[in-house]
Nanobody, 120 residues
């Protein structure tokens, strides 16, 4: 079994910062891409940022220049540094990872989500 556990969400004023963390554990041979997604009430889940095992990153236009994704392969962890937060960033943030297990089975896994609320 594989688990992804997020942390770091909370309530912050507009213009503030938060850092999200996500750690993967369990039967893991290697982790390919990792990423962050978010879902606001009434909206579909959307991509925020992704990062490959080699460190190449991709961002949604709405967060470019404000959010930074990074990872620590030794810790099977991914992070999202969020700066200059806006009320429209309010959402439930989910971690995602593309994982190969020791049996060579490849699956995508999701965390349970961490709430980010930005007040105006």
């Amino acid at each position: 079994q594989v688990q992804l556990v997020e942390s770091g969400g909370g309530l912050v004023q507009a213009g503030g910062s938060l850092r999200l963390s996500c750690a993967a554990s369990g039967r893991i041979l290697l982790i390919n891409a990792m990423g962050w997604y978010r879902q606001a009430p009434g909206n579909q889940r959307e991509l925020v940022a992704t990062i490959t095992s080699g460190g190449s990153s991709n961002y949604a236009d709405s967060v470019k220049g404000r959010f930074t994704i990074s990872r620590d392969n030794a810790k099977n962890a991914v992070y999202l540094q969020m700066e200059s937060l806006k009320p429209e960033d309010t959402a439930l943030y989910f971690c995602n990872a593309d994982i190969l297990d020791p049996g060579r089975r490849r699956n995508g896994y999701w965390g349970q989500g961490t709430q980010v609320t930005v007040s105006s």
